[in-house]
């Protein structure tokens, strides 16, 4: 079976969106590693203001699915750009877990499209959270028959 993982990008706050992003979801973190634990790179240790950072973290939704992220170095800051060139499609298949994700996920952020019934047939809304990542939640009565 083929699955799809997102792979977020941040400027130095991975772990404060991984914290967040499990309050929502549930479950644990297989894999933690930061910059500080690899190995030097040609030679040339991680700075001290990175080593604390995030160089890899996954957070598990389903069998299938898994977060997975990183912090960018600060050497790469300059062309980091926080993510709104993508959405992270959420289907499920309860319209209360539709509204728990969309809820949680908005709190303190942006909501673009409230969740509504659709023209296309979902429950369907999108937002942009607290960390300016952009989602959308759907549930499609139809799929669950």
């Known amino acids: 079976m083929t699955t799809v993982n997102v792979y977020l990008t941040f400027k130095g706050n991975c772990g404060e969106a991984f914290n967040f992003y ?15 634990d690899m190995p030097d790179v040609e030679g040339k240790p991680s700075s001290a203001s990175d080593k604390q ?3 890899h973290i996954s957070l598990p939704i389903s069998a299938e699915t898994t977060l997975m ?3 960018t170095t600060q050497e790469y800051e300059s062309r980091y750009t926080q993510g709104n060139n993508f959405s992270i ?14 809820n949680a996920l908005s709190q303190d952020g942006q909501v673009t499209m409230p969740m509504n019934e659709t023209f296309w047939g979902d429950y369907f809304g999108m937002m942009t959270d607290k960390f300016g990542i952009n989602w959308m939640v759907s549930f499609n009565a139809r799929h669950q028959e």
């Open 22 to 36: 499990r309050s929502v979801f549930g479950g644990d973190f297989p894999y933690v590693g930061r910059f500080g």
């Open 53 to 55: 950072r995030i160089m």
């Open 69 to 71: 992220g990183s912090d």
């Open 89 to 102: 499609s959420i289907n499920t298949d309860s319209r209360e877990k539709a509204d728990h994700f969309f």
